[in-house]
């Protein structure tokens, strides 16, 4: 039930729209369609993906990065800082590039079902996966690069730029 949800919340960046699509989700399991047992989650994982879809319409050509959510919201699904870190990456990527990479790199659907569920060509999934993939690479690489800096000399101005950079653990 977990990783359904943290699914949903990936997809829709919010606490109340993930609990909405992981509930509607999960309601469609129960009186939809008798599913095999041995499908059940990859069926309730679709669901959840599809409901998503219909909440957000990602499309490549808007998608606005919404608000930040607070730390604590983020860091209640990361075991780790690291995962929290993560977290908060993919929640600072673009509706669509978001949705891509959760589709494609977390959950490996391919780009044709990927264009399918998303009504896009398989080149604009390839396309938003690098945008997405390289957003992701920048901000781990400038968490890294500030971990390395807080281990230096100078401690109080990198505990600085540390403080701005990432969630607190």
């Not at 999960?26 to 069926?43: N, P």
């Not at 499309?59 to 929290?84: M, N, W, Y």
């Not at 669509?96 to 398989?122: N, Q, T, W």
Request: net charge negative; charged share 25%; aromatic share 8%.
């Amino acid at each position: 039930m977990n990783a359904l949800y943290l699914l949903s919340f990936l997809l829709t960046a919010g606490v109340a729209k993930a609990e909405e699509c992981f509930v509607s989700g999960l309601e469609y399991c129960v009186e939809g369609t008798y599913v095999f047992r041995d499908w059940a989650r990859s069926w309730a994982r679709r669901t959840i993906i599809q409901n998503a879809i219909r909440m957000l319409a990602p499309r490549k050509s808007q998608s606005p990065v919404e608000d930040a959510l607070s730390d604590h919201v983020i860091s209640s699904f990361g075991r780790t800082c690291e995962t929290g870190f993560a977290i908060g990456s993919i929640l600072g990527l673009k509706d669509f590039e978001r949705f891509v990479f959760v589709m494609s790199v977390l959950e490996k659907y391919p780009d044709h079902d990927c264009s399918i569920l998303l009504g896009c060509a398989r080149q604009d999934i390839a396309e938003a996966r690098i945008r997405a993939l390289l957003h992701l690479a920048e901000s781990s690489g400038e968490h890294h690069l500030i971990k390395a800096a807080f281990d230096s000399k100078d401690h109080e101005e990198t505990a600085a730029l540390e403080t701005h950079m990432e969630p607190q653990c």
